[in-house]
């Protein structure tokens, strides 16, 4: 223990039984990677922080958003439009200051995210796409690191962990063992599509870090091997044992190098009709600030659009800076339509489905034809 | 024979119900055509199946109050 004030702080753990200082040694000396701060990621951090993880990483490239905040509680109303990642730190950095927290403001990739996983003992997943999932999944089944699953969906919420006996060379098992392929986006909703009440990623993310705490204290028996599922309506609680397989292991990419070669967003996709849009919704979409509108057209084309507010990046670029799109609503267009089209297929790629994108039909020369009539 | 089949998530939207009973399915394989029969939306869905809370991958034979649970993944948070 630093001081005396650290044994105050957590007097209250420290004195159950099983856990003691040396409960509370093992848990300063412990790394956690919490990928994303969302629903899950929240409480899955505030407590972690609160019970004295030593070190914390925090990997999000998201910004905070109003329909956040009902259920990532970490973050207030003044934080909307910040970085997840960095808000979370500093408010975690007030629960408790004895730790280290570091932020990782992007989203993970293949490119990243063997490099952050290698300084962590333990990952939590608190993403909300299948491609990431899939990406955490591998890496951490070929950095044999444990994973700390969990996820939502309406009213039922699952925990599990993976790859807890990897480093002893054992078999152990991992997220494809129980879903070897990633469904494509369009055939699961994530919750901006199919709704979530904020307390059960609550419930979720908080078994997430109990589970965790579990494993760096040795306290009583986690779900290792173990899916648990939970139901908020009913209270129902069902676990299924799950069993390493072969034929699954195949799947995942064998080598570092491999992993970075893998299109997981494209595992994930497929041809997704793009929602078109006509100049008359546009026109109501866009009279919303909740949302992002997008110019997909070069910079010098006309006619020019000044009646409301919008970004401009040109298709050849939307790749590459779509950062800059902070809400979850995007609306694209173009001159006529098809390069919007193409933008927002592009989009899917990188985001999944974690923005509802729509492509204006006919191009601004229809909402401008639309508007003179009106 | 009679046994439980359990439905979490979107399949328990897509069959109807979060638990179905069924009578004189002597295996997994069987059973799961016959789901897919009456529910065709299930055969378009991915899920993983347990029997009596273990996993299975590959057919399983079933006894008299088998539960078998049919569990979709999830990708909230």
């Known amino acids: 223990m630093q001081n005396n004030s650290s044994y105050e ?9 099983g856990f003691g200082e040396k409960g509370q040694q093992q848990l300063i000396a412990a790394s956690v ?4 701060a969302g629903g899950l990621g929240c409480p899955a951090l505030q407590y972690l922080a609160a019970a004295g993880v030593g070190t914390i990483g925090i990997v999000d490239g998201d910004t905070v958003s109003l329909d956040n905040l009902h259920r990532q509680v970490l973050f207030s109303t003044n934080d909307i439009g910040k970085n997840k990642a960095v808000t979370a730190a500093t408010h975690l950095k007030k629960i408790n200051p004895e730790i280290t927290i570091t932020s990782f403001p992007e989203y993970a990739t293949t490119e990243n995210l063997l490099t952050l996983l290698s300084s962590f003992d333990i990952i939590i997943d608190g993403t909300d796409n299948f491609a990431t999932r899939y990406m955490i999944n591998d890496a951490c089944v070929l950095m044999k690191k444990v994973l700390v699953y969990g996820a939502v969906s309406r009213f039922e919420g699952q925990v599990a962990v993976f790859n807890y006996s990897l480093e002893k060379e054992e078999q152990s098992s991992n997220y494809r063992d129980l879903f070897p392929e990633p469904p494509k986006e369009n055939e699961i909703l994530n919750c901006a599509d199919a709704g979530v009440l904020g307390v059960l990623p609550g419930m979720i993310g908080s078994m997430q870090a109990s589970e965790t705490i579990k494993l760096i204290t040795g306290l009583g028996t986690s779900l290792i091997n173990q899916l648990l599922t939970y139901n908020i ?17 195949l799947l995942i990419p064998q080598t570092e190098e491999a992993f970075r070669k893998t299109d997981y967003a494209w595992l994930c996709t497929s041809p997704v009709p793009v929602n078109e849009i006509d100049a008359y919704a546009f026109d109501q979409l866009i009279q919303q600030d909740n949302i992002d509108v997008v110019d997909v057209r070069e910079l010098h084309e006309t006619p020019i659009v000044d009646e409301f507010q919008h970004h401009n ?27 919007s089209q193409q933008a927002v297929q592009l989009l899917s790629e990188q985001l999944g489905n974690a923005k509802t994108m729509y492509s204006l039909q006919g191009g601004i020369v229809a909402w401008k034809n639309f508007r003179q009539k009106k | 024979m009679k046994m439980k089949i359990l439905l979490f998530g979107q399949l328990a939207e897509t069959v109807g119900s979060k638990e179905l009973e069924v009578e004189g399915r002597v ?11 009456q529910f065709p939306a299930l055969a378009q869905s991915k899920y993983v199946i347990a029997v009596n809370q ?19 993944p999830f990708s909230g948070g």
Do not use: W
């Open chain 1, 233 to 249: 309506l009913t209270n129902q609680l069902y676990t299924l044992r799950i069993t390493a397989r072969k034929d699954t292991a």
């Open chain 2, 54 to 72: 273990e996993m299975i991958a590959g057919n399983t034979i079933l006894s008299e109050n088998s539960i078998v649970a049919l569990l979709p």
């Open chain 2, 27 to 37: 295996d997994t394989a069987s059973l799961i055509a016959e789901l897919h029969q």
């Open chain 1, 9 to 17: 702080r957590y007097q209250r753990q420290m004195i159950l039984p």
């Open chain 1, 313 to 339: 990046i040109p298709l050849v670029k939307i790749k590459t800076e779509y950062g800059q799109l902070k809400n979850d609503t995007v609306v694209v267009f173009c001159q006529s339509g098809k390069r």
């Open chain 1, 33 to 36: 990677l919490v990928i994303g």
